[in-house]
């Protein structure tokens, strides 16, 4: 955490003011004041452990608030304010279960009709079985290409994609990158052929069995049908005996929306003592799902976030811009945060220069992405020397973050 928060600073800071030959010394200064006084843990402690899983428009979102308004104001900003947007309000409404029932073939040595748990999870945003509940054989699926090949066998039955992480992919982000669309489009890519309801392997390459939730997106032109993530080993088992016999879901969840809520970005600054009126925006994003306390998606980022800014603090640093550091509403789930940051930027005119988020987990840094023009990049990648003793030896080309980028979309900020 303290390795990751000081290259977060450095890369920022070498983006403000420093050249190549006279940075050395306050880079070492940053690197000693965060090493051996960097609050990143003790705040991200205290937001997972005393508050939880933050899932937006929750009592714990709302406790979040708080939180990051407090901490901010705790690590010296010069102003602190909350900018409130409407965010959905999303719940699970009670716990999600799916129950595997199968007739075994000649292979198995089990008896008929033999019922198992299997453990999901309702994704975010998805509608509700209803306590009836939805009971129908499941047909497995390998990709988008094999739905569309079985589609005339989809109607009615839970399609069950189980796509998996590319064990080829160096970077697992890259594999989730691959994989996600099966959970964000898939309900509704099922949706169009029939389908009661959807079953989707977890975006994880882990050992486990803990299913991920994450967000779907429905086409509001097709039937919103129920989804949940199944865990890994699950998803080889229901794999495995699909292809011996025919098996059964029976899936309960409870996920529905109630009414669009308030809910606030929680925003600190630092003045500009040349440039008041040009922005630098520093963030991660305060929400996160509600089985988990959020640790690394995205506690690390906001933590981080708020790192720069006491290292700053404590340094007696002044910047030349204006810098602000922001805790976006509303990631996982609607990117309210993020758009509403955008458009109040858009209506006063203001004039943003760059954006750096943080949410890619907290473990030791090795790069960072960047999306900007390619003579933008080149000089970004011009400050790799300043990264290399911090453990950070790469500057890819695009990217940069969710809720930063309808910032850059609609201001063209880097």
Known sequence: MRKLALSFCILFMSSLCFSQTDDSLMIRRIADEILLNGKAYDNLHDLTKNIGGRLTASPGFYKA????????????????WLQECMVPHWVRGGKDQAFASFNPGEKMKINKGTMRNVDVIALGNSMGTGPKGVKADVIEVASFDDLENKKDLIKGKIVFYNYKFNPTFINTFQAYVDAVPYRGNGPSRAAKYGAAAVIVRSMSHSTDNNPHTGSLRYDTTLPEIPAVAIGLKDADWLSGQLKM???????????????DTVGDNVIGELAGSEFPDQYITVGGHLDSWDPAEGANDDGSGVVQTIEILRTFKALGYKPKHTIRFVLFANEENGLRGGTKYAEQAKEKNEKHIFALESDAGSFTPREFNFGGTPEQLQKVRSWIPLLLPYGVYQINDGGGGADVSPLKTNLNTP
């Open 65 to 80: 608030i708080k939180w990051g308004m407090k901490t901010i104001q705790q690590s010296g900003a010069d102003k602190t």
């Open 245 to 259: 016999t025919t098996v059964g879901i029976s899936l309960y969840t409870n996920g529905h929306f109630l009414p």
